[in-house]
C-alpha cells in the first residue's frame, strides 16, 4: 500500500522528491500518512476533496482484497 500510495502522489506533484508516507500501526487498522512540499498540498487534496478522496477509495479497495484496513491521512 505505502509504494502504491508514494507512486501516486508522486505523478501528482511538483517536488516528487519531497513526497514521504509514514506507515502506522494501529488497533488492527494501518494508517498511512501522505507528506507533500507545502505548495503541492492543494494538488493532493484537489477541488473540494475530490483527489484525496479517489486517492483514498484507492488504497481502501486494493488494502480490502488483501484483508486489511487502511486509512490514509493527508499531513501537513
Same mark, same amino acid.
Given at each position: 500500500?505505502?509504494?502504491?500510495? &508514494? ?5 501528482? #506533484?511538483?517536488?516528487?522528491?519531497? #513526497?514521504?508516507? &509514514? ?6 487498522? &494501518?494508517?498511512?500518512?501522505?507528506? #507533500? ?34 486509512? #490514509?491521512?493527508?499531513?501537513?
Amino acid at each position: 500500500m505505502k509504494e502504491l500510495l &508514494t507512486y501516486v502522489a508522486r505523478n501528482l #506533484v511538483d517536488h516528487p522528491e519531497q #513526497v514521504s508516507v &509514514t506507515e502506522i500501526d494501529a488497533d488492527g487498522e &494501518t494508517i498511512l500518512e501522505l507528506r #507533500v512540499a507545502p505548495e503541492d498540498t492543494g494538488k493532493v487534496i484537489g477541488r473540494q476533496g475530490r483527489i484525496a478522496k479517489e486517492i483514498r477509495t484507492l488504497i481502501r479497495s486494493v488494502a480490502q482484497r488483501s484483508g486489511k484496513r487502511v486509512s #490514509v491521512e493527508i499531513v501537513d
